[in-house]
T-cell receptor, first 115, second 112 residues
């Protein structure tokens, strides 16, 4: 079972709202990721968690706040977003970070529209 | 910043033909992975090739890696209409554990 589950599939929020995107995996993976993808563009790395600790933050604005409550869950808290933040947000997981065979598995994504 | 360049940006072929996509990258890598993405959907992992491997096969897929030229290619043989999708290469950057950086992608259209 190589499944990463993301909820919600679609989210529309106002610029003053606070919302969260959720991601779950039950593969025993210890690394989890958030990517952002705009239309017709490749995914861009936002955050990497390793063993529930933030390992990489790609200079993401503070209006995006990641959280890893346990090894199976990854959240992305959203506050005071801008319309240009509208995108597909992809969660991914992998066994760990330190392997030549570190296959990374992606979820279906959450479509975010900021109005 | 994006590490990979892919070409062609778009490729249109007939069913049954082979499709070749190329990927170039800039820095040392642990491995290179190829993904498929259907419109508006998540990424599906196709194949991973390690930095010490030169060629790998999986079904109708053949991937090559030339670390001296920092390039890789994905060959899809006997293409089908269902192969229509965007294809991305992604490099796992050496010594930056977890930093998987995607190329710009190739849009493949397979006409029945």
């Amino acid at each position: 079972d190589t499944e990463v589950t993301q909820t919600p599939k679609h989210l529309v929020m106002g610029m003053t709202n606070k919302k969260s995107l959720k991601c779950e995996q039950h593969m025993g993976h210890r690394a989890m990721y958030w990517y952002k993808q705009k239309a017709k563009k490749p995914p861009e790395l936002m955050f990497v968690y390793s063993y529930e600790k933030l390992s990489i933050n790609e200079s993401v604005p503070s209006r995006f706040s990641p959280e890893c409550p346990n090894s199976s869950l990854l959240n992305l808290h959203l506050h005071a977003l801008q319309p240009e933040d509208s995108a597909l947000y992809l969660c991914a997981s992998s066994q760990d970070l330190a392997s030549l065979r570190n296959t990374i598995y992606f979820g279906e994504g959450s479509w975010l529209t900021v109005v | 910043s994006q590490q990979g360049e892919e070409d062609p940006q778009a490729l249109s072929i007939q069913e049954g033909e082979n499709a070749t996509m190329n990927c170039s990258y800039k820095t040392s890598i642990n491995n290179l992975q190829w993904y498929r993405q259907n419109s508006g959907r998540g990424l599906v992992h196709l194949i991973l090739i390690r930095s010490n491997e030169r060629e790998k096969h999986s079904g109708r897929l053949r991937v090559t890696l030339d670390t001296s030229k920092k390039s890789s290619s994905l060959l899809i043989t006997a293409s089908r209409a269902a192969d229509t999708a965007s294809y991305f290469c992604a490099t796992d950057i050496y010594n930056q554990g977890g930093k998987l950086i995607f190329g710009q992608g190739t849009e493949l259209s397979v006409k029945p």
